[in-house]
């Protein structure tokens, strides 16, 4: 007696999908949701186009006291700098063949269109980079490598900033030298005592410490970032804070020496910053390793820790100063061991 199974119909079963593409990649953009678009501006100097505004750098100081009927101080002015910021350009580009074009389209013959889910990957792509460079100084650094490694793979301790499938230069620690040119990231390992291993699939010269991996000729030519703008030295937007002093950052990196978190170090930063004339920060962002740093301070101290909501949107843990409540953002972008306190005028918006 012959008795029909699964294995006896399977050539006429059918095979049951879902509709739509499920996505297993990372694609927060939390700092870049705060700047705003604008085209106000924008002037054409020689060379291109630029952004040009200006700032009060130096007060009127023709004050003073007097006695009774003596000559006034004498008239001074104020003094302006023009900053001048070149734009940037970030391009995305795909290609598709004119038959895939036409038969993987319609529901019937793919899970998504093949024309939308490349465009809007692609401008996916575009916003997650641009939430990198928001942390960035323009150079466009991904990473940098923390010990010798081989033709074929490269060591460094944090590749937040990596995915499988970038196409990457790499560059001598001289910052000039091409030691691999638009080759492809096969494989990031899994940390050993903290260092991880990148592999590429082109050999290329052999990796040592310094060197460092950009986009596929991106080098120098990304948007100034936190990285470019919170600085204590190096001119910014042709304003050099050497000669322009209260054009500078308020920096406190312990000469890149790590140290732990405290409460008192974060209101002493808020201190300087306003000391300097740069307001109260209305934000820190932070990454998620520092956030629960702080978040570890105010369990220590019996402190409530849950998450707020903030004026213009912001979702954070509270920071404190002098009855002020800046909201602490994680940003998974962010880099690692870091605050940057700044002064968003549309957290008030």
Avoid: C
């Avoid at 100081?61 to 007097?66: N, V």
């Amino acid at each position: 007696m012959a008795t029909t199974t699964m294995a006896t119909v399977d050539a006429i079963l059918k095979e049951v999908y879902e509709s739509g593409v499920n996505d297993q990649l990372q694609s927060e953009i939390t700092a870049l949701k705060r700047i705003e678009k604008s085209s106000e501006g924008i002037t054409h100097t020689v060379g291109g186009k630029y952004v040009r505004f200006p700032v009060r750098t130096k007060r009127n100081h023709g004050i003073g006291a007097r006695s009774e009927n003596e000559a006034l101080p004498i008239p001074r002015t104020q003094s302006y700098d023009d900053a001048n910021v070149s734009l940037k350009y970030l391009y995305g580009s795909l290609e598709l063949t004119g038959q895939t074009f036409e038969l993987a389209d319609k529901d019937y013959q793919a899970f998504a269109s093949v024309l939308d889910q490349e465009v809007n990957g692609l401008k996916e792509g575009l916003r997650k980079d641009t939430a990198r460079q928001v942390y960035g100084d323009s150079t466009g650094v991904l990473a940098t490598a923390t010990g010798a490694g081989n033709t074929t793979t490269l060591l460094t301790t944090n590749v937040q900033y990596l995915e499988i499938g970038m196409i990457v230069d790499v560059i001598d620690s001289d910052g000039v030298t091409v030691n691999g040119s638009a080759v492809e990231i096969t494989n990031i390992s899994a940390p050993t005592a903290g260092v991880y291993t990148v592999t590429f699939g082109t050999a290329i010269t052999a990796t040592a410490a310094g060197d460092k991996v950009y986009r596929d000729n991106s080098k120098d030519k990304e948007m100034n970032g936190f990285g470019s703008i919170i600085k204590a030295s190096g001119s910014l937007y042709a304003i050099d804070p050497s000669s322009t002093p209260v054009w500078k950052a308020t920096v406190d990196s312990n000469s890149g020496t790590l140290r732990a978190l405290s409460e008192g170090r974060m209101i002493q930063m808020v201190d300087s910053i306003r000391i300097l004339g740069g307001g109260v920060p209305t934000a820190i962002f932070a990454s998620l390793g520092v956030r629960r740093s702080y978040f570890n301070l105010l369990v220590q101290q019996r402190r409530a820790t849950n998450t707020q909501e903030f004026t213009g949107g912001f979702k954070g843990l509270a920071f404190v100063s002098d009855g002020d409540e800046i909201p602490v953002i994680s940003d998974v972008d962010a880099p690692p061991n870091e605050m940057q306190f700044v002064n968003d005028p549309y957290s008030s918006s």
